[in-house]
T-cell receptor
Framework: DAGVTQSPTHLIKTRGQQVTLRCSPKSGHDTVSWYQQALGQGPQFIFQYYEEEERQRGNFPDRFSGHQFPNYSSELNVNALLLGDSALYLC?????????????FGSGTRLTVV | AQSVTQLDSQVPVFEEAPVELRCNYSSSVSVYLFWYVQYPNQGLQLLLKYLSGSTLVKGINGFEAEFNKSQTSFHLRKPSVHISDTAEYFCAVIKAAGNKLTFGGGTRVLVKP
């Protein structure tokens, strides 16, 4: 049973560029959440997708956008990259009720903006 | 809104000694509580969770945690640590009907031989 798969594992981008990160949820899960983890900090919630719609959003600017496909996989897009966007981006999948059902996390994409 | 405070940013401990990681939370509504572990260059792995019922929760790898509603705490313990327990540990909460996990800042555990 495959867990959450994220790609790529590492990425280096230049300030001002755009980036797309990808996530395939755990089998049986249809809800995908994205988190940003800056170095030395806990993960911060970016947004959650369910039924191809953004269901909830954290305190992140519009430069951060996402998409969910009919097969439940998801993309995170970041435009106009800033140095401060350098972080580990984690994808988590769950059943739609979320909450106590728990979240399964992927290994993350390490984004470095130079 | 919920918030989580992990009171220790780093905890050095000798192998086979006990360890306790402290977590306090704030919320105006009922929440579920979690502890996750993150090994170097990896994602988060669930150690244990508290939803309801017994306040003492047992998880994987010999870890346990105790929910204390009056003190709004959810401290994590292990009676005897191994070198392999060296990692970062995160406490997290979510509203009972919510979609967003709120994490603490993490506690880095360094197990020394």
């Amino acid at each position: 049973d495959a867990g959450v798969t994220q790609s790529p594992t590492h990425l280096i981008k230049t300030r001002g560029q755009q980036v797309t990160l990808r996530c395939s949820p755990k089998s049986g899960h249809d809800t995908v959440s994205w988190y940003q983890q800056a170095l030395g900090q806990g993960p911060q919630f970016i947004f959650q997708y369910y039924e191809e719609e953004e269901r909830q959003r954290g305190n992140f600017p519009d430069r951060f956008s996402g998409h969910q496909f009919p097969n439940y996989s998801s993309e995170l897009n970041v435009n106009a990259l800033l140095l401060g966007d350098s972080a580990l981006y984690l994808c988590a999948s769950s059943l739609p009720q979320g909450g106590g059902n728990g979240y399964t996390f992927g290994s993350g994409t390490r984004l470095t903006v130079v | 809104a919920q918030s989580v405070t992990q009171l220790d940013s780093q905890v050095p401990v000798f192998e086979e000694a006990p360890v306790e990681l402290r977590c306090n939370y704030s919320s105006s509504v009922s929440v579920y509580l979690f502890w996750y572990v993150q090994y170097p260059n990896q994602g988060l792995q669930l150690l244990l969770k508290y939803l309801s019922g017994s306040t003492l929760v047992k998880g994987i790898n010999g870890f346990e945690a105790e929910f204390n509603k009056s003190q709004t705490s959810f401290h994590l313990r292990k009676p005897s640590v191994h070198i392999s327990d060296t990692a970062e540990y995160f406490c997290a909460v979510i509203k009972a009907a919510g979609n967003k996990l709120t994490f603490g800042g993490g506690t880095r555990v360094l197990v020394k031989p």
